[in-house]
């Protein structure tokens, strides 16, 4: 009798399971049919112009809180290094302003007024460099710190190649087939995608071509019914676009430029799997076929550049260096604790140092994040939290309120945090070190962006089981490569560990990588770049025709 209802048991809970499959299964049912419904009423709609007080509306949501490059402290790019390498990488034509990008390739008319919108006047580093590589045809792999502008330098490119007379606000939909995006950008979070599509639609404004996201963790009916209208660009996490294009509501047939943003994180959270499905194992058009390829992140470890190497053809390597290898627009401090219990009080003081700043405070666990943020209000801070546990729309919500600066203090975990973009932040403080150094360039890099001035406050637990001895090594070495002094109590400690600088998990280079193909590198300042170097084309450099490679257009084939 025992044996028997442990038996049945087993079967309740088998039962369960496939009471939830059938139910999931004919949820996606529901929702496929609901998407070949919509495309069918509406396959027209992209194509009808909005009115006029529509898009005043839209101009005003998307563009109202672009600062674009007020307070940015572009002196300090002058002297970055700048790594290139790959075939041709040596005739590089920078440009200084997008004025001058604009005279050059003659960007379509609405790129360059949403770029006036954007109040944007002089690129950053990755963005002199990438978008002319980007717009000769060429495949690139660019690796730049956090926070360099990495978004407008792969989106300007992709839309000034797209011919509007072929996009979705031009021809619409064909009834009865799948959403056929032409370019595809994928990203490790749901919150990098809905900022890369946030730049997407500012960029793309007032023109022909559509922009849609999908991503997982909310309900797939609001993105299905964008998809049904029509879409040129799609940014995705790969989980979510691999569910859409197995559920044969999306094709990656007609894609000509795929873009893998945040390329490290992705693969540190397991999307490999999912990346090379979409990427190989569908209907997309390979590198061979002239698809273009674009890849984007602060570090590129090896095992990256060689899942690379099998999506890209010839590609240039851009590496711009870490502005004094971490950042030297951010000061950085350190506070001793002595044990964990210590750290809420020490917290507290250091927010009430600063009761003004935009402040993010980074934690290890989720439950420290839901913690901290009663406690810091309770002690009359504005503040919010973002973790993994919460639902999406109290995520956002969070987020909504910190940026618009109703709260002043926002507590996140590490993962919760990866790929957001918050310009407002003006002190980064991490309640706890993580265990490697690049998560710690990765962290106060959210402060100090695109030459900003920022603040860093760490507290470091130098005692029992909590010490962050593992960093330490690595900290001396930011520190040092960033002029900026060591505290006694750090010296003491490593001097007793027998601890020296450039310990603590950091790889690579002060780019963040290098080529993994090897072959020659050629190292240039940023204020060493512009039109008129070297000696042809152009009345400069580069050896004929438009710029270093000849301006060609990406396969209009494709597109």
Same mark, same amino acid.
């Given at each position: 009798?025992?044996?028997?209802?442990?038996?049945?048991?087993?079967?309740?809970?088998?039962?369960?399971?496939?009471?939830?499959?059938?139910?999931?299964?004919?949820?996606?049912?529901?929702?496929?049919s609901?998407f070949?419904?919509?495309q069918?009423?509406?396959?027209k709609q992209?194509?009808?112009?909005p009115?006029k007080?529509k898009l005043?509306a839209?101009?005003?949501?998307?563009?109202s809180?672009?600062?674009g490059?007020?307070?940015i402290?572009f002196?300090?790019y002058?002297?970055?290094?700048v790594?290139t390498?790959?075939?041709?990488?040596e005739s590089i034509?920078?440009v200084?302003t997008?004025q001058e990008?604009?005279n050059?390739?003659?960007l379509p008319?609405?790129?360059w007024q949403n770029?006036?919108r954007?109040k944007?006047?002089?690129p950053t580093?990755i963005?002199?460099?990438a978008?002319?590589?980007a717009?000769?045809?060429?495949?690139?792999m660019?690796?730049?710190?956090?926070g360099?502008?990495?978004?407008c330098a792969?989106l300007m490119p992709i839309?000034s190649?797209i011919?509007?007379s072929?996009?979705?606000?031009?021809?619409?939909?064909e009834?009865?087939q799948?959403a056929?995006p032409?370019?595809v950008?994928l990203a490790p979070?749901?919150e990098?995608c809905s900022?890369?599509h946030?730049e997407?639609r500012?960029?793309?404004?007032?023109?022909k071509?559509?922009a849609?996201?999908?991503?997982?963790?909310?309900?797939?009916? $609001? &993105?299905?019914?964008e998809?049904?209208?029509g879409? %040129?660009?799609v940014?995705a996490?790969?989980g +979510?676009? #691999?569910?859409?294009?197995?559920r044969g509501?999306?094709?990656?047939?007609?894609?000509g430029?795929l873009?893998?943003?945040?390329a490290d994180r992705?693969l540190d959270?397991g999307?490999e $799997? &999912?990346?090379r499905?979409i990427?190989?194992?569908? %209907?997309?058009?390979q590198s061979?076929?002239? +698809?273009? #390829?674009l890849?984007?992140?602060?570090?590129f470890?090896k095992?990256?550049?060689?899942?690379a190497?099998?999506?890209?053809r010839?590609?240039?390597?851009?590496?711009v260096?870490?502005?004094?290898?971490a950042?030297?627009s951010?000061?950085?401090?350190?506070?001793?604790?002595?044990?964990?219990?210590?750290?809420?009080?020490?917290l507290l003081k250091?927010l009430r140092?600063?009761?003004?700043?935009s402040?993010?405070?980074?934690?290890?666990?989720?439950?420290?994040?839901?913690a901290?943020e009663?406690?810091l209000?309770r002690?009359g801070f504005q503040?919010v939290?973002?973790h993994?546990?919460m639902?999406?729309?109290?995520?956002?919500n969070?987020?909504?309120?910190?940026?618009?600066?109703k709260?002043k203090v926002?507590?996140?975990t590490?993962v919760?945090?990866r790929?957001?973009?918050?310009?407002?932040?003006?002190h980064v403080?991490n309640?706890?070190?993580?265990?490697?150094?690049?998560?710690y360039v990765?962290?106060?890099?959210?402060?100090g962006?695109?030459?900003?001035?920022?603040w860093?406050?760490?507290?470091?637990?130098?005692?029992?089981n909590?010490a962050n001895?593992?960093?330490?090594?690595?900290?001396l070495?930011v520190?040092g490569d960033?002029?900026q002094?060591v505290?006694?109590?750090?010296?003491r400690?490593?001097?007793?560990?027998?601890?020296r600088?450039?310990?603590?998990?950091?790889?690579g280079?002060?780019f963040g990588?290098s080529?993994?193909?090897?072959g020659?590198?050629?190292t240039?300042?940023?204020?060493g770049?512009?039109?008129?170097?070297g000696?042809?084309?152009?009345g400069k450099?580069g050896g004929g025709g438009k710029g270093?490679?000849?301006h060609q257009?990406?396969?209009?084939?494709l597109?």
């Amino acid at each position: 009798g025992k044996g028997w209802g442990g038996g049945g048991g087993g079967w309740g809970k088998s039962q369960s399971r496939m009471e939830q499959d059938y139910h999931k299964d004919a949820k996606t049912g529901r929702e496929v049919s609901a998407f070949w419904d919509m495309q069918a009423k509406n396959s027209k709609q992209a194509t009808q112009p909005p009115p006029k007080w529509k898009l005043d509306a839209e101009m005003k949501e998307i563009f109202s809180s672009h600062d674009g490059n007020v307070g940015i402290n572009f002196d300090k790019y002058d002297d970055i290094p700048v790594e290139t390498s790959g075939e041709g990488s040596e005739s590089i034509q920078t440009v200084g302003t997008f004025q001058e990008l604009w005279n050059y390739f003659q960007l379509p008319d609405f790129l360059w007024q949403n770029t006036e919108r954007c109040k944007y006047t002089k690129p950053t580093p990755i963005q002199r460099y990438a978008i002319p590589v980007a717009m000769s045809g060429r495949d690139a792999m660019c690796c730049a710190q956090t926070g360099s502008g990495k978004t407008c330098a792969f989106l300007m490119p992709i839309l000034s190649a797209i011919d509007e007379s072929q996009a979705t606000g031009a021809v619409g939909v064909e009834v009865g087939q799948p959403a056929c995006p032409k370019v595809v950008i994928l990203a490790p979070t749901r919150e990098l995608c809905s900022q890369i599509h946030l730049e997407a639609r500012k960029l793309s404004f007032n023109s022909k071509i559509r922009a849609s996201e999908v991503y997982g963790g909310v309900p797939a009916m $609001p &993105q299905l019914k964008e998809l049904a209208i029509g879409s %040129d660009i799609v940014t995705a996490t790969p989980g +979510r676009l #691999t569910d859409f294009i197995n559920r044969g509501v999306v094709s990656m047939r007609s894609v000509g430029y795929l873009v893998l943003d945040e390329a490290d994180r992705m693969l540190d959270m397991g999307f490999e $799997p &999912q990346i090379r499905e979409i990427v190989q194992k569908h %209907d997309m058009p390979q590198s061979s076929a002239g +698809r273009m #390829t674009l890849m984007f992140s602060a570090t590129f470890p090896k095992e990256i550049q060689k899942l690379a190497q099998a999506f890209m053809r010839n590609y240039i390597w851009v590496g711009v260096g870490r502005v004094g290898g971490a950042c030297d627009s951010v000061t950085q401090n350190f506070v001793e604790v002595y044990n964990n219990s210590q750290k809420s009080q020490t917290l507290l003081k250091v927010l009430r140092e600063n009761p003004n700043d935009s402040t993010l405070v980074f934690v290890a666990m989720k439950r420290t994040a839901a913690a901290l943020e009663p406690e810091l209000s309770r002690a009359g801070f504005q503040a919010v939290a973002i973790h993994g546990d919460m639902e999406q729309p109290a995520r956002e919500n969070s987020l909504s309120k910190f940026r618009s600066g109703k709260a002043k203090v926002l507590v996140a975990t590490d993962v919760a945090a990866r790929g957001l973009d918050i310009p407002v932040v003006s002190h980064v403080i991490n309640h706890d070190l993580p265990e490697n150094v690049e998560d710690y360039v990765h962290r106060i890099g959210r402060t100090g962006r695109i030459g900003r001035k920022g603040w860093a406050t760490s507290l470091f637990a130098t005692q029992g089981n909590w010490a962050n001895t593992k960093i330490l090594g690595g900290l001396l070495e930011v520190l040092g490569d960033a002029g900026q002094p060591v505290p006694d109590f750090m010296q003491r400690l490593a001097s007793s560990r027998g601890i020296r600088a450039g310990g603590g998990g950091r790889r690579g280079s002060g780019f963040g990588g290098s080529d993994a193909r090897g072959g020659q590198v050629h190292t240039s300042k940023v204020s060493g770049g512009g039109w008129g170097k070297g000696g042809g084309g152009k009345g400069k450099g580069g050896g004929g025709g438009k710029g270093g490679f000849g301006h060609q257009a990406p396969p209009q084939a494709l597109l």
